[in-house]
């Protein structure tokens, strides 16, 4: 645990770091989360004075990939990050201590700095029979993540599981997993999605909230504005294909080679709100279009109950048999197709059979 | 003042559309000419946002050269988009129309449910159309179960187009836009957008099924009468 007046200059200093790489460093951090060039001194103003923030980092039900994601942020490096900026005061996936002793830690945080820590969550508590389908230390996992919120000061909702549900609480969500809006409601609540979010947006988040001390704009969706405003789609270095209505037919075709628009073969960019067209990954290397295949909008709610990753238009389960609006539509224009074509057929044959009848009726106005 | 006008107009019409059908005159076909200017626009306009939304959905066939040297799809869009704004117009204009217009105007915007004879007419309608009883009640375009089908199927669907799609342009139009501001709210009933986008497309499907009816029931009437009076 850091002390609690170690500021993260203190800390980097102490390393031996120069100060000219010091204000390098936060040069790169303004330039990174999209800042003007003023922001670079705020920010080493803020990490020369501030105390380092507490965060609590929990594990719900998950798979890693966010904690695994967040170890490879490159801008800034996630050593800095974890080891100046923040200080991490609790995350079982990667601390040193472990039982009682981490559990320990959980309460002193707790009683120490009252108000004043990050939750961060990764995964998400399930609700069906007391939460007993996820235990953490012995307790429910909802119970440990109600008591922390409860002297939290904000909460970060990491992933598609802590922000919408993801894979446990898709369809039939036999656990009952629930995302942490749903089961905290009296906290200012931070969704980052993604499965797993890009290691710069978890870095860069944690950057801002350190540096300025409070939460980033948030959009309708309680995701921050600056990496979730713009689609996929938006920023997709295939678009002007889409513009020009060249698509990949075929995973296989010319088209595919040319690297022409996967609208067609599914893509979900469209719908789908994150930074993968503008900040890539794996510091910057590629995203899913790049290397060839559509977005599957791992980000968006409910992703993986929108049918198949390879159909643009969803499948819808409620008729019973698996359709999609397409074909829904056309099947319903046809039955009352059929049915106009039927009746036109039965008013001509009365027309014929009563025409005597009608006459009798020509004088009355209609 | 002007508040109580309209609403004192307002009660004159709904009472006059509940009222017995009159006679066609001169002056009826006079006050529903912009509804019938209003109703070409809005076919054309549907019509082209039927077959450019179809089209939109699914994708065109590739075209060939570079990317640069076309815009097929995106002139596409644009004739959607474009549409889109002439339908809405068209509406808040046909909705202003059925305020200031004559009690026909109102049809499509009220229907009370709650009368008896409403449905008694509705009943007496589906009769006609089941061939068990001779004459309608009421010409076609003023009958009971017209304006059901109307109400139902024609002006809660746009409605519901217009909403959504303005909320989707809003998407592409960036959040700071109005049609974001101001339709937004459509993503915190469907936050995945992909949602909305099955919803708008099965909307396309309501239209469709809509205008077979219309068309047909149009048609029918209009054959039955020239043959009537043969």
């Avoid at chain 1, 921050?224 to 938006?234: A, L, W």
Wanted: aromatic share 12%; net charge positive.
């Amino acid at each position: 645990m850091g002390g609690a007046t170690e500021t993260f200059y203190s800390v980097i200093r102490r390393q031996g770091m120069t100060r000219r790489s010091f204000h390098k460093f936060c040069s790169l951090t303004a330039a990174s989360l999209g800042l003007g060039p003023l922001a670079a001194s705020s920010i080493a103003n803020a990490l020369e004075t501030k105390p380092r923030l507490p965060v609590i980092w929990l594990h719900g039900l998950e798979c890693t990939c966010c904690s695994e994601s967040f170890i490879r942020s490159a801008h800034p490096l996630i050593k800095d990050a974890l080891l100046s900026m923040i200080s991490l005061d609790y995350d079982d996936t990667i601390m040193a201590a472990a039982g009682h002793q981490a559990e320990a830690i959980l309460e002193e945080t707790r009683a120490k700095y009252r108000g004043r820590y990050v939750l961060a969550v990764e995964g998400n508590p399930p609700l069906n029979e007391g939460g007993m389908f996820c235990i953490d230390g012995g307790k429910p996992f909802v119970e440990k993540l109600r008591s922390m919120a409860e002297e939290s000061m904000a909460i970060i909702a990491w992933g598609t599981c802590a922000s919408w549900g993801c894979v446990q609480a898709a369809k039939p969500n036999p656990t009952g997993a629930a995302p942490i809006d749903k089961v905290i409601t009296n906290k200012p609540i931070i969704k980052v999605p993604g499965c797993p979010p890009i290691a710069e947006v978890m870095s860069g988040l944690v950057t801002f909230i350190t540096t300025f001390g409070k939460l980033p704009e948030l959009d309708r969706q309680g995701r921050p504005s600056m990496f979730y405003s713009e689609r996929i789609h938006d920023k997709c270095y295939r678009r002007s294909h889409f513009d020009a209505g060249q698509f990949v037919e075929e995973w296989d075709d010319k088209y595919a080679r040319k690297g022409y628009c996967l609208y067609k073969m599914g893509c979900k960019g469209p719908t789908t709100y994150n930074a993968c067209s503008a900040l890539r990954w794996n510091g910057g290397v590629s995203f899913p279009i790049q290397s060839g295949h559509g977005c599957f909008g791992c980000s968006e709610d409910g992703f993986w109950d929108k049918g198949s990753f390879y159909d643009r238009l969803t499948t819808i389960k409620q008729f019973g048999i698996e359709e999609n609006a397409d074909q829904i539509g056309l099947a319903a224009a046809g039955v009352v197709g059929l049915t106009v074509a039927a009746h036109a057929a039965v008013t001509a044959v009365k027309r014929l059979t009563h025409k005597p009848d009608r006459a009798a009726h020509k004088s009355k106005p209609s | 003042m002007f508040g109580n006008d309209i609403r004192d107009r307002a009660r004159k019409l709904f009472a006059a559309v509940d009222a017995k059908p009159t006679e066609w005159s001169i002056g009826i076909a006079i006050s529903y000419a912009p509804v019938r200017l209003w109703h070409w626009v809005n076919a054309a306009a549907i019509l082209m946002l039927s077959l450019t939304g179809y089209v939109i959905g699914t994708g065109t066939p590739a075209m060939s050269g570079e990317a640069s040297g076309n815009f097929v799809f995106g002139y596409i869009r644009f004739a959607h988009f474009s549409a889109g704004y002439v339908l809405s117009i068209g509406f808040l204009l046909r909705i202003y129309w059925a305020l200031i217009g004559n009690a026909h105007a109102m049809q499509i915007f009220w229907v009370p449910l709650w009368r008896k004879c409403l449905w008694r007419e509705v009943y007496h309608e589906i009769r006609w159309y089941a061939f068990l009883t001779v004459e309608p009640e009421r010409p076609v375009g003023r009958n009971r179960l017209a304006q059901l089908a109307m109400f139902f199927m024609f002006t809660q669907t746009i409605t519901f187009m217009v909403v959504t799609g303005f909320a989707l342009y809003g998407q592409g139009a960036d959040t700071d836009s109005w049609q974001y501001k101001l339709f937004g709210w459509v993503f915190s009933i469907w936050p995945n957008s992909q949602d909305v986008h099955t919803w708008h497309h099965l909307g396309l499907w309501v239209i469709v099924t809509f205008a077979l009816v219309h068309i047909y029931a149009v048609v029918r009437e209009d054959s039955w009468r020239a043959g009537a009076s043969l």
